[in-house]
């Protein structure tokens, strides 16, 4: 749900607990007419319920009452077909707090529309400022309750006289967060079943003509052995006529029975009348092919709303438009709803793609390395069906053991992040992000602002959600082939055994670049190594180029068995000596009773198949060449390492003052309405709001003050220049530290004033000693506010040594931030320095986050240098900047993707 500021009128689109669409939106002083219908259509006991009292009057007024525009109250409507079907207000009872309450025809209770409003008018409530929604439910109001406790929002609850008093924290908890998705895919497994698993398709604009699109797609449904029945819809055809050996009719109307899913292949000018029908006929889904909408500008985007428009009206739920198709190999199933040459192959990849040809790569590669596809989405425009929507429905699919995205645009970023976490814990994410190159540095006065990037905001998102990002397709595939064998890694040790020292060592380098670890074996282990004719038994093993598969399988049964390792590549070089049959087998024999990852590497035979078929049915992968395969070991190392961690905690902080923090920004923006730099006494106290030590500044503008100000901050001082819209002070000689009385600084004071033009200046004590750090934020306008840690002082942009986090910010990204610098040994206390107080500066950077979350106004945010000592952590310059405040949408408000580019 958007903000109030930005929500259109129309409302928003969101699923039903059946599938089915239903449309939320603020109630308008026009819809009473359709009110005093929907309190028509509620009985008598849905009456009581809610009024305790059977008088219909008492529902005429309150409809009334909320359709009179106030300030102390809001409501929002449910429409389902062409009816207002519920509604849900609250009305402010005191600062912070609002009484709620519902009321649902009958005829749709049971179908999660309660809930939805629930969830709706919570969002709305917090964007106002209510922390708490209370309600007075009767209690044999048994529908209600259950509605209110199986919400997810943290409650409590008093009963007396026969009245349960709920009050409702309307903020979102990691629990709260967890039940909406839970819903949400339930919800849009219900609405896809008539998708992926349809009994019935049709082909609209199945051409007779082979090479046509159409066509093709038709000849690709019958090859594949699609289940169900299958019909093709031509213009020009008889009814029960064939095309392609199918049978044809001229409209969708036409086909007997009911269609679950419609294959559009017509013209674009065609598209809207083709599922204007298929909604009219009950049609639950269907997947556009036709090129010529929002891809070619206004005028065909404005073609794109009208067909989404279309079809949320009848429920129909949209792939594509400009899309391949979609593929399930499930057996039951069989569909191969696309145009594209490849056959899918079944296996536990599920992928979707944005680009047709990114997705026949997939398929293609897919099938040829033995990995196989679950399901295939091209998503095309994604003016309906888009990768989180995706995600939901892969999360709960037994098939799928992998998921694999490309992606050149996000819809919801933010959602995409939270369900990631919550899927991750299952099920590896891999994304291929195309577009990397196509936006480059942003423009900005800060250090921070300067160095963001969309490809920051990507990664951070991805750092904190588990997703691995994959460079190629290619990778995604092989990286999936691994991480679709259990068991997942337990750890780093890796060891590399084969026939093939060259390869072993390319093997080794590989993983060492990586961040895998080669331990040396054991003496006892490679005692047991050497007698099974080992010639090299540290790691690599090298067995020697005419080893045998029993010793190859030895060999290996040895070091699985070690307990010295947790994942294991085995190289092996075909020669003529060896049969490479035999050595697969060898390699299965040991690899059944191994619990632990095995790659192969198997060089020099045309005929080495692509994967080793094991006895409880597992199929270990076989590379062509080395490094591949511990790339994608190592891309198992990583996911493990994150599916294994705790999930982490936001700290609550204490010595945070939100109302002095608004206090500081509305002051600000009444003096600069468009909002602006503050200057360095706005920046501290911003930041002493959020409990950040800042080392004080004294601004002077002239060589007396600053003498004045010297004195007081007391000899040692640093002066600076305070000329606004300086970024780099040091490059134009703008800062003098050390400055130990007054003949120095006012030497340092006419140097300055000279190099800069400007007779500001800002004087300081100096700081302690320690490491200088630069922490910043900067507000994205898609993904939210990005914060930035790294090496400060000159050094900023010299090594750009920076780790970048989104929000919510928990105590293991802080950390794994931190720790990640290159500069990080430096704060542990390098070659016997003393350690900077780590704590301290995990501090600042929550408190940072705090402060981004609170004041939505903050734009840009700049502490360079922090200093991070053992006596703690000080911010010693500090450059904010704010603007108006930008409505955004509610990211984690469940709703059908808007009507919007």
């Not at 095995?598 to 080395?626: K, M, Q, T, W, Y």
């Amino acid at each position: 749900m958007e903000k109030v500021g930005t929500r259109p009128e129309t409302g928003w689109d969101v699923l039903a607990s059946d599938g089915s669409i239903v449309r939320i939106r603020p109630l308008r002083a026009d819809d009473e007419p359709a009110l005093d219908a929907m309190n028509d259509r509620v009985s008598d006991e849905s009456m009581y319920l809610r009024f305790f009292g059977i008088s219909r009057n008492m529902a005429t007024d309150y409809t009334h009452h909320l359709a009179a525009e106030q300030d102390d109250h809001l409501a929002l409507v449910a429409e389902y077909g062409e009816q207002v079907v519920g509604i849900a207000s609250y009305e402010a009872l005191r600062p912070g707090e609002a009484e709620m309450a519902f009321l649902l025809q009958d005829s749709v209770q049971g179908r999660g529309i309660g809930t939805l409003l629930l969830e709706q008018l919570a969002a709305t409530a917090r964007e106002h400022g209510i922390e708490r929604l209370r309600a007075d439910t009767l209690g044999e109001n048994a529908k209600m309750l259950r509605v209110l406790a199986d919400s997810g929002f943290e409650q409590v609850r008093k009963l007396g006289s026969g009245v349960v008093e709920l009050v409702l924290d309307t903020a979102y908890h990691p629990a709260t967060l967890e039940k909406m998705a839970d819903r949400e895919r339930a919800a849009e497994n219900r609405s896809f079943r008539r998708l992926f698993a349809p009994r019935t398709v049709a082909v609209v604009g199945a051409g007779r003509k082979p090479g046509s699109i159409g066509h093709e797609l038709l000849r690709n449904i019958v090859n594949g052995g699609f289940t169900g029945s299958t019909y093709a819809v031509n213009p020009n055809a008889t009814d029960g006529g064939l095309i392609a050996g199918v049978r044809a009719y001229p409209s969708i109307s036409a086909v007997p029975g009911v269609v679950d899913l419609a294959v559009v292949a017509v013209p674009a000018e065609g598209v809207l009348e083709v599922v204007e029908e298929c909604g009219r006929c009950g049609v639950g889904g269907a997947v556009v092919l036709t090129s010529g909408f929002s891809e070619l500008g206004a005028e065909g985007h404005e073609l794109q709303r009208e067909l989404l428009a279309i079809a949320r009206r009848h429920s129909v739920r949209l792939i594509g438009p400009n899309c391949l198709g979609l593929v399930n190999t499930a057996p039951d199933v069989r569909l191969n709803a696309t145009f594209a040459e490849v056959a899918p192959t079944p296996g536990t990849l599920a992928i979707a793609a944005q680009s047709g040809a990114v997705g026949i790569a997939v398929l293609e590669h897919a099938g040829r390395t033995g990995l196989g596809i679950s399901e295939f989405v091209s998503l095309g425009n994604k003016v309906d069906v888009s990768g989180n929507d995706i995600l939901l429905h892969w999360w709960g699919d037994p098939r799928t053991a992998v998921i694999g995205l490309y992606l050149e645009s996000f819809g919801n970023p933010r959602k995409f992040g939270g369900l990631a976490r919550m899927i991750g814990r299952t099920k590896p994410i891999l994304v291929v992000k195309g577009g990397r190159s196509a936006g480059g540095q942003r423009a900005g006065a800060s250090h921070t602002a300067a160095a963001a990037t969309p490809e920051t905001a990507v990664d951070a998102l991805f750092a904190q959600s588990g997703v691995l990002r994959m460079d190629t397709v290619e990778e995604l595939v092989e990286t999936a082939r691994v991480l679709a064998v259990p068991p997942l890694p337990q750890g780093r040790r890796l060891a590399v055994v084969g026939n093939a020292g060259g390869a072993g060592i390319l093997a080794a380098d590989t993983a060492a670049r990586l961040g895998l670890e080669l331990p040396e074996l054991s003496t006892a282990i490679q005692q047991q190594l050497g007698e099974t004719g080992a010639v090299g038994t540290g790691n690599p093993v090298d067995l020697g180029a005419a080893a045998s598969p029993a010793s190859l399988e030895q060999a290996l049964k040895v070091i699985a068995g070690s307990g010295e390792i947790d994942c294991l590549v085995v190289n092996y070089a075909a020669t003529r000596a060896g049969n490479v049959q035999d050595v697969y087998a060898a390699i299965a024999a040991a690899g059944i009773q191994a619990e632990l990852p095995i790659v192969v590497n198997c060089v020099g035979s045309a005929h080495a198949g692509p994967e080793i078929a094991l006895a409880d049915g597992r199929r270990l992968p076989v590379f062509p060449f080395p490094e591949s395969a511990v790339r994608a070991l190592a891309h198992a190392v990583r996911y493990a390492e994150w599916r294994a961690r705790p999930q982490g905690v936001v700290p609550e902080l204490a010595r945070v003052d939100a109302a002095g923090a608004r206090r500081v920004v509305q002051r600000f923006l009444r003096r600069s309405p468009e909002g602006g730099w503050l200057d360095p006494g706005e920046s501290g106290r911003l930041l002493r709001r959020a409990g950040v030590p800042v080392l004080r500044i004294r601004i002077a503008a002239t060589r007396s003050a600053a003498l004045v100000a010297a004195e007081a901050a007391g000899y040692p001082v640093a002066l600076k220049t305070g000329a606004p819209g300086v970024v780099h002070k040091t490059d134009i000689g703008g800062v003098r530290v050390g400055l130990a009385n007054a003949v120095q600084l006012g030497t340092a004071y006419d140097e300055i004033t000279k190099a800069t033009g400007d007779p500001h200046v800002l004087v300081q004590a100096m700081a302690p000693s320690g490491t200088e750090l630069v922490i910043g934020v900067v507000r994205d306008p898609r993904f939210g506010p990005l914060l930035m840690a790294g090496s400060g002082g000159v050094l900023t942009d010299v090594l750009a040594d920076r780790q970048w986090r989104g929000l919510p910010l928990t105590d293991l990204d802080a950390r794994d931030m931190l720790h990640s610098l290159r500069c990080a040994p430096l704060l542990a206390g390098y070659r016997g320095a003393r350690a900077a107080d780590q704590d301290a500066v995990l501090d600042v950077v929550h408190r940072i986050a705090w402060l981004a979350a609170t004041v939505p106004e903050l734009a840009e945010l700049d502490i360079n240098p922090l200093i991070a000592a053992p006596s703690g952590a000080v911010a010693v310059d500090i450059r904010a900047r704010l603007t108006p405040t930008i409505p955004e949408p509610d990211w984690h408000a469940r709703r059908l993707r808007p009507d919007q580019p």
